[in-house]
């Protein structure tokens, strides 16, 4: 294993989450371009087009819990004395979360949309803003997809991790087993030479 390898892992979970952060600002840029506009937000710079300050709000809101989503995975696969995880090890599971995460995002604005639809309301009345109708469904859309992925990339993260130590100390423990096995049989075959 190289010296570098922490910092691949460290690296590369930190990029897939903010891939994700990005993609899922992009998604609203595209569903609802008033919510990256005042009064919802002050541009930090001056844009025709939407998309920049989607592009902008998703990289400036999300490379600190990126980062830090990628240092837990890279403590997580690496610290410790436990067998080590290498980027590789790792390739499947992130891609695994990156999808669920997604499919969560994209789930909650569904249910947040069904929910105001059918006459409930669990996103504020900025009909001014965004126009009655299909430009409330289209907020509550997303922030159905902003709650949801926020909260599914901290529950992600956690189950990332757990499951990265917790298959480190499986295949510790079975390494003990291993050897405690092996040493049986050598005491073992000791004993039947000494006998014969």
Known sequence: MSRLEPFAVFAAAALAMLTFDVLTHLVTAHCLVESYL??????????????????????????????????????????????????????RPLGVLFVVMSLAAVTGGAGFTTIEAGGGQLVPDHS?????????????????VQETAASVRLLGGVILCGAVVVGRMREDWR??????????????????????
């Open 175 to 196: 390494e003990v087993v291993r050897r405690a096995n092996a040493r049986r049989a050598e005491v073992a075959a000791a004993v039947t030479e000494g006998r014969e």
């Open 38 to 91: 005042p009064p919802f937000r002050d541009p930090p710079f001056s844009s025709p087009l939407p998309l920049h300050h989607a592009l902008h709000v998703g990289l400036t809101d999300g490379w600190l819990p990126s980062a830090f989503f990628g240092l837990f995975v890279a403590l997580a696969a690496r610290f410790g004395s436990w067998p080590k995880r290498s980027l590789r090890d790792l390739q």
């Open 128 to 144: 001014r803003y965004v126009g009655d109708g299909p430009g409330m469904l289209r907020l509550a859309f997303v922030v159905g």
